[in-house]
C-alpha cells in the first residue's frame, strides 16, 4: 500500500515513537523486546534492500550506486505488503545527485519527530563518536550526512534547521509534526495525536499501555539487560539520559550560544525559544 515515514534527525525520538508503536500495534501483555523493533519498522537504509535491488554484495556498491538504487529500494519495500508499512529514516527530504531520498511513489505519508537542538547536539555527540565543537559544526553543514557502514547506507541530514523544514514543510504529503518534549510532558495529550493521525479507534487502557511499555525507563532497562542491536559502536549506550535540558550540564554558554545562533529560525518557529530568545528547556 505504501510507506509511512518514521522520519527524524539522529537523537531526536525515532526509537522513542518506533517503540510506542510496536506496543500499540502489538498490544501484548508485556513490554515489546527493543531488539525486535526491527521487525516492526524496517529502516530503509538496511544493505540487504540494496543488494537486492543492485544484485551486486554491499563490498561491491559505492555510495552513488546505493543514492542510484534507494528509490527502487523504497519501491520495493512498500510492495511487499498490502497494508501500510512503518519504516525508519534519517533521511532530509530532498534530491541527491537529482535523486530523491525519498521515493513520493513509495510514500503514504509521514511522521516527523522534532527535538531540541541543544539536546541533540549532545545525543549526537555521543552516539557518532565526536566532540561537541564538532556535533555542533555537522549540524550546521548543509553537506552533514550519516556515513555507509558495513550494514546501512548513508543517510543525507543535511543541517538540523534544513533537515526539519524539509519534512515539516513538505509539500503534498500527509503527515504529523511531534515534539519530543511533549512526548516528554504530555504523553498522553502527545501520542494521542498520533494515534489521532493514524484514524486509529480511540482506546485509553491500550494508549496508556504502549506509553507505559515504550517508556525510557523501560526500554534503557532492556538494553542493560540484552543489549541493543541498533547501537552504534562508537558509544557507551543507546538509551543514555533521554531528558530535556540535559544539555545545561554539558554544553558551554558559547557552545549553545552557537547552536542558537545556527539554527534561530526553527527554534523560534517550534517553541525551543522564548521571548527573550532564551532556550525554553
Same mark, same amino acid.
Given at each position: 500500500? =505504501? ?29 515489546? /523486546? ?20 543492485? !544484485?551486486?554484495? !554491499? ?12 528509490? /527502487? ?20 527530504? =530532498?534530491?541527491?545527485? %537529482? ?6 511513489? /513509495? ?45 546501512? /547506507? ?30 516528554? !510532558?504530555? @504523553?498522553?495529550? *502527545? ?9 486509529? @479507534?480511540?482506546?485509553? %487502557?491500550?494508549?496508556?499501555? *504502549? ?9 534503557? =532497562? ?13 558509544? %557507551?549506550?543507546?538509551? !543514555? ?12 554558554? *558559547?557552545?549553545? *550560544? ?18 527573550? =530568545?532564551?532556550?525554553?528547556?
Amino acid at each position: 500500500m =505504501g510507506i509511512l515515514w518514521l522520519a527524524s534527525y539522529p537523537k531526536s525520538g525515532n526509537t522513542w515513537t518506533r517503540a510506542f508503536l510496536a506496543n500499540l500495534f502489538m498490544n501484548q501483555p508485556q513490554p515489546v /523486546a527493543i531488539n525486535k523493533l526491527t521487525n516492526f519498522a524496517y529502516a530503509e537504509y538496511r544493505l540487504e534492500f540494496y543488494e537486492q535491488v543492485t !544484485r551486486k554484495k !554491499r563490498d561491491q556498491l559505492t555510495d552513488e550506486e546505493l543514492n542510484q538504487a534507494r528509490p /527502487a529500494v523504497q519501491q520495493l519495500i512498500a510492495a511487499s505488503s498490502p497494508n501500510t508499512i512503518f519504516v525508519k529514516t534519517h533521511s532530509a527530504m =530532498g534530491f541527491t545527485n %537529482d535523486v530523491p531520498t525519498i521515493e513520493p511513489s /513509495a510514500t503514504e505519508g509521514g511522521i516527523y519527530i522534532v527535538r531540541n537542538p541543544l539536546d541533540v547536539c549532545v545525543s549526537y555527540a555521543h552516539h557518532v563518536g565526536v566532540d561537541y565543537d564538532q556535533a555542533i559544526s555537522a549540524m550546521g553543514s548543509s553537506d552533514n550526512q550519516l556515513s555507509t557502514t558495513d550494514t546501512l /547506507a548513508f543517510n543525507v541530514l543535511g543541517s538540523w534547521s534544513d533537515h526539519v523544514k524539509s519534512w515539516a514543510d513538505a509539500e503534498g504529503m500527509n503527515r504529523v509534526v511531534l515534539r519530543y518534549e511533549d512526548m516528554h !510532558r504530555q @504523553p498522553a495529550k *502527545a501520542f494521542g495525536k498520533l494515534v489521532k493521525f493514524l484514524q486509529l @479507534p480511540k482506546n485509553q %487502557d491500550r494508549l496508556e499501555r *504502549a506509553i507505559r511499555f515504550s517508556s525510557f525507563k523501560e526500554l534503557s =532497562g532492556q538494553e542493560s539487560q540484552s543489549g541493543f542491536i541498533e547501537k552504534s559502536k562508537k558509544a %557507551d549506550k543507546f538509551f !543514555r539520559q533521554g531528558k530535556m535540558g540535559g544539555w545545561r550540564d554539558e554544553l558551554s554558554d *558559547a557552545q549553545a *550560544a552557537k547552536l542558537i545562533e545556527d539554527h534561530r529560525e526553527v527554534m523560534e518557529r517550534f517553541d525551543y525559544l522564548n521571548a527573550s =530568545g532564551e532556550p525554553r528547556f
